[in-house]
């Protein structure tokens, strides 16, 4: 089992499966393609999923990232929705 640390030395919980797939952020920005910047702000915020670092180099879960990606598509639609 892999453990995991934030930059800001909070452990952080390691994925419960074990096929979880961690994604570095060359991947990441393939799939959410904003700034390292955008992402640091977003974390910080508590607005997008936080990362893990391992061996100092920072990953993030993919299933986390789909959810948030899903959660952001969801409140899009239902904004379009209502007005």
């Known amino acids: 089992m892999l ?4 930059h800001d030395h909070i452990c952080q919980p390691t ?5 979880e797939r ?4 060359r991947e990441l920005r393939k799939i959410v393609p ?3 910047m955008t992402i640091w702000r977003w974390e910080g915020a508590g607005q997008f999923p936080r990362h893990l670092a391992i061996n100092g180099r920072n990953y993030w ?4 990232i789909r959810a948030w ?3 952001r598509r969801d409140a ?3 904004e379009g929705a209502d007005g």
């Open 3 to 6: 453990s995991a640390m934030t």
């Open 15 to 19: 994925p419960n499966d074990p096929n």
């Open 22 to 25: 961690l994604l570095p952020r």
């Open 34 to 36: 904003v700034s390292d």
């Open 61 to 64: 879960l993919e299933s986390e």
């Open 69 to 71: 990606l899903e959660q």
């Open 76 to 78: 899009q639609c239902g």
